[in-house]
């Protein structure tokens, strides 16, 4: 089975711009969440989606943005950047049945450098 | 408010030993915690997982311990391998959710020496 694939993996923008980042998760699995590694902040949940619908959101602004597709394929946006952005943003996908305890799995990430 | 803690960022042991990583967290109605290992540039890749209805779990040459009444857990590693040097985070599923969040801790760099 293919993994939780992301692209593209390396962004360069400059302040002020948008970015589009995009994720295809695990064949059969529905759920798909993101995630910013930044070296002061660590691992940090943005949000998730499930069957189309943000079921989750972790403290980020409203900056930070996303969706889902009927496919379970889900692409998260970034407004107007900020130099503070730059971090690598992951993605990972579970069957999520529901029960707490589905394993997530990751993708490679994108590396955002914002100038 | 770091929920989950991995006061060691780093550990350096000899290839054949054993490799102890450990983190401790802070909410006692967390009910599900992994291991993953991450490599620079790469994703995190899951390791070994474990329930809090269970105080021990193993695969292979991992083995992960859960000390609820510590609010501790630890992965060992037997025997240590150059190929297990990576950074490796533990994690926590908030309590009582079916929703894909993961809270996790800092991390800590294990360096396998040969």
């Known amino acids: 089975k293919a993994g939780v694939t992301q692209t593209p993996r390396y962004l360069i923008k400059t302040r002020g711009q948008q970015v589009t980042l995009s994720c295809s998760p695990i064949?059969?699995?529905?759920?798909v969440s993101w995630y910013q590694q930044t070296p002061g902040q660590g691992l940090q949940f943005l949000f998730e989606y499930f069957s189309e619908t943000q079921r989750n959101k972790g403290n980020f602004p409203g900056r930070f943005s996303g969706r889902q597709f009927s496919n379970s394929r889900s692409e998260m946006n970034v407004s107007t950047l900020e130099l503070g952005d730059s971090a690598l943003y992951l993605c990972?996908?579970?069957?999520?049945?529901?029960?707490?305890?589905?394993?997530?799995?990751f993708g490679p990430g994108t590396r955002l450098t914002v100038l | 408010d770091q929920q989950v803690k991995q006061n060691s960022p780093s550990l350096s042991v000899q290839e054949g030993r054993i490799s102890i990583l450990n983190c401790d967290y802070t909410?006692?109605?967390?009910?599900?915690f992994l291991w993953y290992k991450k490599y620079p540039a790469e994703g995190p890749t899951f390791l070994i997982s474990?329930?809090?209805?269970?105080d021990k779990n193993e695969d292979g040459r991992f083995t992960v311990f859960l000390n609820k009444s510590a609010k501790h857990l630890s992965l060992h590693i037997v025997p240590s391998q150059p190929g297990d040097s990576a950074v490796y985070f533990c994690?926590?599923?908030?309590?009582?959710?079916?929703?894909?969040?993961?809270?996790f801790g800092q991390g800590t760099t294990l360096q396998v020496k040969p």
């Open positions: 990972a996908s579970s069957t999520s049945r529901g029960l707490g305890t589905d394993t997530q799995y």
């Open positions: 909410n006692s109605m967390f009910d599900y």
């Open positions: 474990i329930s809090s209805i269970k």
């Open positions: 064949s059969g699995h529905r759920s």
């Open positions: 994690a926590a599923t908030p309590p009582s959710s079916n929703t894909g969040k993961l809270i």
